[in-house]
């Protein structure tokens, strides 16, 4: 796939392709990389180049590293995008029409907005986002009124048993 169906397959996933912002970060994804050479002698990252020919990070991170190949980046390669060669370990400019694998990053989320977010659905309209809301609401509410009536249960369950004790020790002393 090109460069562009990666990216638009990223964002449809909650991701975008990666940004890379020393060379710890890059040697991590490269030792990731190498685990598909079979299949792929490269990788898509977020980088591109604009119609201005600025080179900009997708995710719009500051680019503050860079780790080029020789001869790279050239200055009339406009209509190029960035790939991470798993054999020299260095990037290239290469057409954005390119066949390669592409490395998609995406950012954690807590589990608590996460289960938010999957009650609300935010991807769906305001009314479905509400009505799953209300489900979710109801459940927890079900569920706590479950666990009082279990407990009043068990309290009370006790409470007569030991008045049973009692009353059963107080006819043994009596005869």
Known sequence: MSWGQFVTLCIQSGGVLTSVEDLAESSILLE??????????????????NANGQLLWQDNSALDFVNW???????????????????????SILPCSSQKGFIC??????????????????????????????ILLTLVLLG????IYFLFKIKNQSETEREARRRSTLLEYSK
């Open 69 to 91: 190949g020789e001869r790279q980046p050239s200055e009339e390669q406009l209509d190029y995008c960035v790939a991470l060669s798993v054999f020299s370990s260095y990037w």
């Open 105 to 134: 990053k995406k950012q954690k989320m807590h589990p608590l907005l996460f289960a938010l977010y999957l009650f609300t659905d935010a991807k769906k309209g305001k009314a479905h986002g509400h009505m799953n809301m209300w």
């Open 32 to 49: 990731h990389a190498d685990l598909y050479t079979n299949k792929t002698s490269g990788f898509w990252i977020g980088l591109y180049r």
């Open 144 to 147: 706590m009124g479950l666990m």
